[in-house]
RNA sequence: GUGUAGGUAGCAUAAUUGGUUAAUGCGUCAUCCUGUGAAGAUGAAAGAUGCGAGUUCGAGUCUCGUCUUACACCCCA
């Protein structure tokens, strides 16, 4: 049989492993800086957390897994005969791959809630799985680095973590752009609007906006049956860039005078320290996730054509959904693949890596080759990441062999070296050769 | 979930209007030459053309289904 994997997973190679690790270690870094802590969770969760948790659409793409042992026996019989597989589920799976890191870190809280204190900062970097279809910067398996605080409402902590983001980027060397925004605002427009009911619809509407423009949104909302008037006023309040004019068209509006109230605060904190990066407001920020519930973010790359690389916001009430009610969070999500993909098209990962291998020793014989291990293990000791080709080979075999693995440095040895107790480093990129003693070559690799 | 375009040796391409043993380059392996890779010479291995069915005397080439890849829509990291 040929060997394939499932649509939209991936292999990953030696040097896709490196450049991803890069990405990992540096936000993870810049997360334990700012006091996170990790947890991890299972792959698996009980499909009952996860569904309902992410809209209609999110339940969709959930990967379900099967039961095991004689699911057939306790399937739902009439929903086979009916044809009704969302309503088969329940009754033959009973687990699913979690969907994001969010929804299990809820659960998590709340199972653990004895064990921590809050504010509880965590952090965790783990692959999520979603049935969409591939597509560019869209696969069915990815890794996710999310950051969340709970147990706190501070602004304080809306503005830390956007410093995170800055702080990311900054040091990956990606030109992101930071939206804000507030899901109050958006409750606010539909407030304003007299289409509250409608709020859903209106903020997938007009989430599209940069992408469909104006007159596309009208038509959308229109599809949407939302009322010419009300369109009108949509759109007024759409054009608005900053939040001074807001507040007169939130006049009426408690909620998004609230959310104008809360970037105020945001901001109040922000501002004291210069991002590198672009913060700014938009108003037609409204990402899908339905448990946000104050501010959200959303990340672009500036210089690349792709999705977001990363989002997030607070949610006042996710742990209610598992029984621990009046516990308010906040927290944002990197996608790595994305990220990954934005890097090596702009061709930004640095091109030595610490998990490199620095030198390849090559012996021309075998009394060589035992004084070519000699050297090796002092290089080793000395922290170097080091090789030592097999056997004493052909040195065009060995040479190449160095080409393949991108060593940056060779040491030749033969009888000559031997003699005068030294090796023959080689620089692979110049070609350039000196006679060292190990000593020498340690000094000059470290 | 909808649509469009593709799937030919490890990789990249080729194969008149359906017509013999499916070609070429790179890579791989071997031998030769070299105290040194990205160089040269010679030779070799490797594919019933994603999978399945159909049309036909005959299918890589046409039709259908299926899987998969890329891109767009939906939605999203």
């Given amino acids: 049989m040929k060997p394939s994997i499932p649509k939209g997973t991936r292999d990953f190679t030696p040097e896709q492993v490196s450049k991803r690790n890069y990405i990992f270690d540096t936000i993870k870094k810049v997360f334990i800086k700012y006091g996170y802590q990790p947890i991890e969770t299972p792959a698996m969760e009980s499909l009952s957390t996860l569904t309902g948790k992410y809209g209609e659409e999110g339940d969709k793409l959930l990967f379900k897994v099967l039961n095991n042992g004689e699911f057939l026996n306790k399937a739902d019989k009439q929903a086979i005969a009916d044809g009704n597989s969302a309503k088969l589920i329940p009754s033959i799976s009973k687990r699913g791959l979690r969907y994001d890191l969010t929804v299990p870190f809820a659960r998590f809280v709340v199972m653990h809630q004895n064990e921590i204190s809050f504010p509880f900062k965590r952090y965790q970097i783990q692959p999520v799985w979603r049935a969409d279809r591939p597509q560019k910067g869209r696969y069915q398996e990815f890794y996710q680095c999310d950051v969340d605080v709970v147990g706190s409402d501070s602004l304080m902590y809306e503005a830390e973590l956007v410093q995170i983001y800055d702080e990311v980027f900054a040091t990956l060397g990606v030109n992101a752009e930071i939206k804000v925004n507030n899901r109050k605002i958006l409750e606010g427009i539909a407030e304003a609007a007299g289409i509250s009911d409608q709020f859903m619809d209106m903020t997938m509407a007009i989430d599209k906006l940069d992408k469909i423009g104006i007159e596309g949104v009208r038509k959308d909302l229109a599809g949407r049956d939302i009322a010419e008037t009300a369109i009108d006023k949509i759109e007024k309040m759409l054009g608005v860039t900053s939040l001074a004019p807001l507040k007169e068209l939130f006049a009426d509006s408690p909620t998004g005078l609230k959310g104008i109230e809360e970037l105020e605060a945001f901001h109040s904190y922000f501002?004291?320290?210069?991002?590198?990066?672009?913060?700014?407001?938009?108003?037609?920020?409204?990402?899908?996730?339905?448990?946000?519930?104050?501010?959200?973010?959303?990340?672009?790359?500036?210089?690349?054509?792709?999705?977001?690389?990363?989002?997030?916001?607070?949610?006042?009430?996710?742990?209610?959904?598992?029984?621990?009610?009046?516990?308010?969070?906040?927290?944002?999500?990197?996608?790595?693949?994305?990220?990954?993909?934005?890097?090596?098209?702009?061709?930004?990962?640095?091109?030595?890596?610490?998990?490199?291998?620095?030198?390849?020793?090559?012996?021309?014989?075998?009394?060589?080759?035992?004084?070519?291990?000699?050297?090796?293990?002092?290089?080793?000791?000395?922290?170097?990441?080091?090789?030592?080709?097999?056997?004493?080979?052909?040195?065009?075999?060995?040479?190449?062999?160095?080409?393949?693995?991108?060593?940056?440095?060779?040491?030749?040895?033969?009888?000559?070296?031997?003699?005068?107790?030294?090796?023959?480093?080689?620089?692979?990129?110049?070609?350039?050769?000196?006679?060292?003693?190990?000593?020498?070559?340690?000094?000059?690799?470290?």
């Fill in 271 to 446: 501002d004291l320290k210069t991002p590198t990066n672009e913060v700014v407001f938009d108003i037609t920020l409204a990402r899908g996730l339905s448990y946000y519930t104050g501010c959200i973010f959303e990340v672009k790359a500036k210089d690349v054509k792709m999705g977001s690389i990363g989002g997030g916001g607070r949610y006042d009430d996710l742990t209610g959904n598992f029984g621990l009610k009046n516990v308010s969070g906040v927290g944002v999500s990197f996608g790595a693949a994305r990220i990954f993909d934005v890097m090596e098209e702009l061709e930004l990962f640095p091109k030595e890596r610490g998990d490199s291998l620095k030198l390849l020793l090559v012996a021309f014989d075998d009394p060589a080759h035992k004084y070519a291990f000699d050297c090796l293990n002092k290089v080793r000791a000395a922290g170097i990441n080091a090789d030592l080709y097999p056997s004493p080979a052909k040195m065009k075999k060995q040479m190449k062999y160095a080409n393949d693995r991108k060593v940056p440095f060779v040491a030749v040895i033969g009888s000559n070296e031997m003699e005068a107790g030294k090796v023959q480093l080689k620089n692979m990129e110049t070609g350039e050769q000196s006679l060292l003693t190990t000593e020498e070559v340690i000094e000059q690799l470290f």
